[in-house]
């Protein structure tokens, strides 16, 4: 597998055709006994992530499966009785009900399988971490098929990417350095600083749902390929790519709170670009150079 890739394979890539060398490679990665899970972390950072794939590849990277294959069925089966003994006794407490939405079932199992799961269920709307959860759920219950898988990809991806939240002032304070860089002129930069648009909008909550709930769900996986592979910097070149994407719009206006209503509803039709210009953004800036896991989160070691 090599980092050095011709012009046509990263046209392409812009079009949504992933090139044969990627396909290759992890179907021979995919081959490996025992997988290495490096190299598997290492493919979602170099290179686009096949949809056949991605879940497979989350559910390794993430810990759900281990990395010895002849396990998989095994582990699962145990993942499966853990979940079902979990919802069975949410039931039992009469804290969830046939009627309970997914997502709000999902983070109720989370929370008693960690042992917090609080008394009263107005806690939790009022908690920012468990709003958090509740759009990563949603995310993830319109790609996932599956309340098991659900339930495993959800609770471990935000259990390890929680740990990173004071990470966040560190991506708001990169994401206005790179604008600032990326905009030649500083026009966009300066109009958003002038109308104090950078300081309102909620690029927080943007960085700690990963940006589901925020753009397309169709676009968030590839954000996560990324964040999951363990850059988590790249979110900040994705809120980047929102503003220069919609610069002509946003210098049109004149009040903040146009632009951050503008902002706020971004077209389901724009995620994928939105995504693409985030990709290439990120890898102008080295973001493609292979992090050492001293470096980034490490997905692949999860608790058990």
Avoid at 43 to 66: D, E, H, S, T
Avoid at 275 to 295: F, N, P, R
Wanted: contains cysteine; charged residues 25%.
């Amino acid at each position: 597998m090599t980092e050095e890739r011709n012009f046509r394979t990263c046209y392409y890539e812009k079009f949504g055709f992933l090139g044969v060398e990627e396909k290759k490679s992890i179907e021979i990665l995919l081959k490996e006994q025992p997988l290495d899970v490096e190299k598997l972390r290492i493919f979602c950072l170099r290179f686009p992530v096949p949809a056949m794939y991605r879940l497979y590849l989350w559910k390794i990277l993430l810990g759900i499966l281990p990395a010895n294959q002849p396990s998989h069925d095994f582990v699962m089966k145990q993942r499966t009785q853990q979940f079902d003994d979990c919802h069975r006794g949410l039931m039992l407490m009469r804290r969830i009900s046939k009627q309970t939405p997914l997502e709000e079932v999902l983070l109720k199992m989370h929370l008693l399988e960690k042992g917090i799961l609080p008394f009263e269920d107005k806690d939790l709307q009022t908690d920012p971490s468990y709003r958090s959860f509740l759009a990563m759920a949603h995310g993830v219950c319109s790609i996932v098929d599956g309340d098991v898988d659900r339930y495993w990809i959800t609770s471990r991806f935000y259990r390890q990417f929680w740990k990173y939240r004071d990470t966040f002032l560190h991506l708001q304070a990169k994401t206005l350095q790179c604008l600032k860089k990326e905009d030649s002129d500083q026009k966009l930069y300066n109009h958003l600083q002038q109308h104090n648009v950078i300081s309102c909008l909620p690029l927080i909550d943007w960085f700690s749902c990963c940006f589901t709930g925020v753009l397309p769900d169709t676009s968030f996986e590839r954000i996560w390929d990324k964040v999951i592979g363990g850059s988590c910097v790249f979110l900040a070149f994705v809120a980047v790519a929102i503003f220069l994407t919609f610069r002509r719009p946003l210098l049109s206006m004149h009040s903040s709170e146009e632009m951050l209503a503008y902002l706020k509803n971004i077209p389901d039709d724009c995620g994928d670009r939105l995504v693409s210009e985030a990709i290439d953004l990120w890898q102008k800036h080295g973001g493609h150079l292979v992090q050492t896991k001293s470096d980034s989160p490490n997905f692949d070691k999860l608790p058990t």
